[in-house]
């Protein structure tokens, strides 16, 4: 199981359990850790995640927060955690308090549906009043949930986070902006779009009351043809591809001497490595050939320019990787979700891949 599967499943259990959960503790045994579990860290190891973590801030004396996910003996990580049904607004106290004084670069602040996730990109050393990311566990997006995978055990490095958590940050105060354009337009909303059809002379009260009726009623017309638009579109490309894939069935049935079968677990492994690669390159650049000996991911469909291989149809499954001499460096893997821990080695075999020297 990948890990969106993991992250959906998830959702889907705690909209099952939730009413059975009548304490903070159980929505932590039922919740969090399996969330934390997921993100590949192991909850039962001290030296890797610690609960209850404690530490003096200030004047107050052993303080505790819920976890403190460690690295290199620090934590890295800080989790405070809620009942299931408490709002997460005005809990963040506790969590201020412990970023001061922590070398962690990152807070969580959950009721184990709702996560919202903290840095300091406005001030170092001070958490920032607003979360970078935010989701819901029941309705995850999946650009959120690709967002959550730079937090996987196997791929988390600070830096690269913090420079995108900033842009995140931003384009969720941007959204928020226009969302709240979209639902009331401001004056200054309205009065940029009068003056570019307005031309009967100056924009009265009137006037400007009038087309703030006229531009909210256009908003939701746009809006609404956009969807639409997306809806038919989606519906023609499924149309294409589903014509498309009879007709490579057709063809392979009737090659009688064909005995490839590209199996789901193949695609999903694909489909991973497209996830890492594809703030590298477009995905439309990343291309698979299957083969009754392994299942090869390419570059620009070009048999010369292999990312990677899976050997995925045998007793034991292997990740390959080929070195500058083209040869194979194996690596054996137990689920799919091990490729993760090879997102590096994947970024290197592709920069050689673009600068030629393949």
């Not at 840095?119 to 970078?132: H, R």
């Not at 995108?164 to 902006?177: I, N, P």
């Amino acid at each position: 199981m990948d890990f969106k599967d993991q992250i959906c499943q998830l959702g889907e259990r705690t909209a099952k359990l939730k009413e059975q959960l009548l304490t903070e503790e159980a929505t932590k045994n039922a919740f969090i850790m399996p969330f934390l579990q997921i993100l590949g860290y192991d909850v039962f190891n001290p030296m890797e995640v610690v609960p209850e973590f404690i530490s003096d801030v200030g004047i107050k004396k052993g303080e505790k927060i819920d976890y403190a996910i460690m690295k290199e003996g620090e934590p890295t990580i800080l989790v405070e955690c809620k009942h299931w049904q408490q709002k997460l607004d005005n809990h963040d106290s506790q969590l201020v308090r412990y970023f001061h004084v922590s070398k962690a670069r990152f807070g969580i602040l959950t009721n184990g549906i709702q996560y919202r996730f903290f840095s300091d990109l406005v001030a170092p050393n001070k958490m920032d009043e607003k979360p970078f990311l935010e989701f819901n566990l029941s309705e995850i997006k999946d650009a959120q949930i690709e967002e959550l995978k730079k937090f996987h055990k196997s791929v988390f490095d600070v830096n690269s986070i913090v420079n995108t958590a900033s842009e995140l940050k931003l384009m969720g105060e941007l959204r928020q902006a226009i969302h709240q354009e979209f639902v009331n337009p401001s004056t200054e909303f309205v009065k940029y779009f009068a003056k570019k059809v307005y031309t009967n002379g100056v924009l009265t009260a009137k006037v400007m009351e009038q087309f703030e009726v006229l531009t909210k009623r256009s908003l939701q017309f746009y809006v609404s043809d956009l969807i639409t638009d997306r809806l038919k579109n989606a519906l023609d490309k499924q149309d294409a591809v589903t014509a498309a894939v009879a007709e490579e069935a057709s063809v392979s049935t009737a090659s009688e001497d064909s005995k490839i079968e590209t199996t789901q677990e193949e695609l999903e492994g694909f489909m991973i490595v497209k996830s890492i690669l594809r703030e590298i390159v477009p995905v439309n650049r990343i291309h698979y050939r299957d083969s009754q000996s392994y299942f090869a991911i390419l570059l620009d469909d070009n048999n010369r320019k292999t990312i990677c291989r899976l050997y995925l149809n045998r007793s034991k499954k292997y990740f390959v990787m080929l070195n500058e001499a083209k040869q194979e460096q194996k690596h054996e893997i137990e689920t799919l979700d091990d490729i993760f821990s090879h997102a590096n080695g994947l970024k290197e075999v592709l920069g050689r891949l673009l600068e030629g020297n393949g």
